[in-house]
């Protein structure tokens, strides 16, 4: 079945470092990829999507390009805050029923 | 606003009892899903429903039965409670199910313990 996998389950960084979670896939289709953020009791929050190889999602300084060669859907930001911290999902979405298959999640703590 | 609606926000169940899960969207979605996220498994998927039919079921036990009385409603029963089941229970909607350009929305979760 189709799977998610982020290699970083958590990342401790300080306030203005540049933070990259890697995400790569695995799907029999050609899904659409997204990343997700939760806060503490909260439901998980789109963050932003790509539909297609090549295509860039961006949301508040966040970003990431669907590379279908490689299968990976990286999250990056040039200079992360104390805010940002929070868990982050990278998921892929089934072209006929909607599900959403999730990675493990990554937790990131940045420090001011 | 929230704009889906999840009740109770924290449930405490007796092991072998029955439990409904409530779940309201107002976004004029037509798709609703149900996922689960647990200490073992972060964000599963659960069911999901198009137009108040059922679409996708990964869900191995029959315990668990959604409920679709209207289009925005999506109840998730649970029956014969197990202490395993105790988790977050998310509900989720999006305009269309599977579409490239959908977005997913949550709610903020309904917490059950199991004892």
């Known amino acids: 079945g189709d799977s998610v996998t982020q290699t970083e389950g958590q990342v401790a960084l300080s306030e203005e470092d540049f933070l990259t979670i890697h995400c790569n896939y695995s799907?029999?289709?050609?899904?659409?990829l997204f990343w997700y953020v939760q806060y503490p009791g909260e439901g998980p929050q789109f963050l932003f999507r790509?539909?297609?190889?090549?295509e860039k999602g961006s949301s508040r300084g966040f970003e990431a390009t669907y590379d279908k060669g490689t299968t990976s859907f990286h999250l990056r930001k040039a200079s992360v805050q104390e805010s940002d911290s929070a868990v982050y999902y990278c998921?892929?979405?089934?072209?006929?029923?909607?599900?959403?298959?999730f990675g493990d999640g990554t937790v990131l703590t940045v420090k001011p | 606003d929230p704009k889906i609606i999840q009740k109770p926000k924290y449930l405490v169940a007796v092991t072998g009892s029955e439990k409904i899960l409530i779940c309201e969207q107002y976004?004029?979605?037509?798709?609703m899903y149900w996922y689960r996220q647990s200490a073992k498994k972060p964000l599963e998927f659960m069911f999901s429903?198009?137009?108040?039919?059922?679409?996708d079921n990964q869900t191995a036990s029959s315990r668990f039965q959604p409920q679709s009385s209207k289009k925005n409603h999506l109840d998730l029963q649970i029956t014969a409670l197990k202490p395993d089941d105790s988790a977050t229970y998310f509900c989720?909607?999006?305009?269309?199910?599977?579409?490239?350009?959908?977005?997913?929305?949550f709610g903020s979760g309904t917490r059950l313990l199991v004892i």
């Open positions: 989720a909607s999006s305009q269309e199910p599977g579409h490239r350009n959908s977005d997913y929305t």
């Open positions: 799907a029999s289709g050609y899904p659409a």
């Open positions: 790509a539909s297609r190889d090549k």
């Open positions: 998921a892929l979405g089934e072209p006929n029923t909607g599900k959403l298959t």
């Open positions: 976004l004029g979605h037509n798709a």
């Open positions: 429903y198009s137009y108040q039919k059922l679409m």
